[in-house]
């Protein structure tokens, strides 16, 4: 059964920084690519971030050159370092898996002005 289990968010002031991490079981890791998603009150969630299975990663424009993903096979883990918070980065954010399409819990992230 996969499971992903995320860590970390929480509330921050503009211009600091959060980093979440996810976690995987279930799979083999190194084979599967993944991606972080956001979805802010009121509006559809979007892509942030995908990593491919080889390391490969692409960012949406509105958070290029501030965020940073990640992944570590040994520790199965798939982190999002986010720096020079913005308020409008304020959403959930869901780590996903694409291949298999699952999903994490969701962590609130909060950038206050």
């Known amino acids: 059964q996969v499971q992903l289990v995320q860590s970390g968010g929480g509330l921050v002031q503009a211009g600091g920084s959060l980093r979440l991490s996810c976690a995987a079981s279930?799979?083999?890791?190194?084979?599967?690519?993944f991606a972080w998603y956001r979805q802010a009150p009121g509006k559809q969630r979007e892509l942030v971030a995908d990593?491919?299975?080889?390391?490969?990663?692409s960012y949406t424009d509105a958070v290029k050159g501030r965020f940073t993903i990640s992944r570590d096979n040994a520790k199965k883990t798939v982190d999002l370092q986010m720096n020079s918070l913005k308020p409008e980065d304020t959403a959930v954010y869901y780590c996903?898996?694409?291949?298999?399409?699952?999903w994490g819990q969701g962590t609130q992230v909060t950038v206050s002005s």
């Open positions: 990593i491919s299975s080889r390391g490969i990663t």
């Open positions: 279930g799979i083999t890791f190194s084979m599967y690519a």
């Open positions: 996903y898996i694409v291949a298999s399409r699952d």
